[in-house]
């Protein structure tokens, strides 16, 4: 029985050291954890808006990015994709947030078909640049539809937007 109570009491008082308010180690490492994967979420969110060189886009996704043009930056996105003979219509929008139309434009474009992965299948990979027809207006969007060979919407898995250049600016007056 003593040594019951002695067994108590030395567990009674090495509770008293601690503050149960202190965090538990492998509490803090939890919260940690949980802190870098929202930053981790934020940082990719933020990568995903910042204008680039060239944007990549899975057909199925209906989401737009930043693509960086001649120092502009001009948003784009995949509206839809249909089939067209034995390959993919896809149809974008570019936006123009800038204060001037832009005309007489290019757009390079690369498609493939992509295996399970998200990677391309070697010997499917395209590559063309294309005219955009009439002006992408200030503060406003072009809607050009593009037929991509070869490729059918089922298997279509990568376009990759870039090289977009205007040869004529037309100030908004």
């Not at 944007?55 to 930043?66: A, Y």
């Not at 120092?71 to 001037?100: C, H, Q, W, Y």
């Amino acid at each position: 029985m003593v040594r019951v109570m002695v067994l108590l009491g030395s567990l009674v008082v090495a509770g008293c050291g601690s503050d149960s308010r202190t965090p538990q180690p492998n509490v803090e490492m939890t919260l940690l954890r949980n802190r870098v994967e929202a930053l981790e979420t934020r940082l990719l969110a933020v990568q995903y808006r910042q204008p680039a060189d060239y944007v990549s886009f899975k057909p199925s996704e209906k989401n737009w990015q930043w693509l960086t043009s001649q120092g502009f930056p001009l948003r784009v996105g995949i509206r839809g994709t249909k089939a067209s003979g034995n390959g993919s219509e896809v149809s974008f929008d570019i936006g123009n947030p800038l204060a001037m139309d832009l005309g007489t434009c290019t757009i390079k474009l690369i498609w493939a078909e992509t295996d399970s992965q998200g990677i391309a299948v070697a010997g499917t990979r395209h590559e063309d640049v294309r005219e955009i027809e009439g002006w992408i207006p200030a503060g406003g969007y072009a809607a050009p539809d593009f037929t991509l060979e070869d490729i059918p919407p089922p298997k279509l898995g990568l376009v990759t937007v870039s090289d977009l250049n205007c040869l004529k600016l037309r100030e908004r007056q």
